[in-house]
């Protein structure tokens, strides 16, 4: 989900951010693996939305939405989601961190609906 | 601070999630603006460490860490800070997100430290 779509619901809620370190290879399984998980978290209850980005040293920030907290762990034990985790390890990720967090506050932005501006 | 040397205190920690889709332009001082910022994050007190991600097509995610709630605050309310601020609603952001979090557990995972895999 861009941000063109936020997920947007009242605080609180999770947000689990994976920061990651891949060394791309073409052909390497990778896209296909990650368009996948991409689809189930959507599938899974209290999935609230996905923000993604990748540049062109291969840093990378995902930050997973989750109603709750439940979900979260729901989603951490998805047995499909297990193997790609394990293949991550094993092949794609040099480095990686995960932080569980609870969301506390939001604030948007946006220059269309605001106005008023130069 | 690249995951290199991600910042790794015990949790609970505060992580402010800041998305945004900007329209680039040449020489619009956003460059500048952003590095200054992240100098000046990390002379502020309780600040841990900063990752930051942006993609071809505009979409990014800066995710910075803090030791305490107070010293998020205290960032927001930072008078250089909210200059930059107001320049970014006025003339670099289509719209951003920014969620305050309390950073509740993390995991990290380092190829070569943990070894073992192919």
Do not use: K
Request: proline share 8%.
């Amino acid at each position: 989900m861009s941000p063109a779509e936020p997920p947007d619901p009242s605080p609180p809620y999770y947000a689990v951010i994976f920061t990651s370190i891949r060394d791309a290879q073409p052909d390497d399984g990778y896209a296909a693996m990650a368009t996948r998980m991409e689809e189930l978290a959507q599938e899974q209850p209290g999935f609230l939305g996905l923000e993604s980005v990748r540049d062109a040293d291969g840093l990378g920030i995902t930050v997973s939405y989750w109603a709750t907290e439940d979900a979260v762990l729901a989603w951490g034990r998805h047995a499909e989601h297990l193997i790609a985790q394990q293949l991550g390890r094993e092949r794609w990720y040099e480095r990686y961190t995960l932080r569980v967090c609870r969301v506390e506050r939001r604030h948007t932005f946006s220059r269309n609906t605001t106005g008023g501006f130069p």
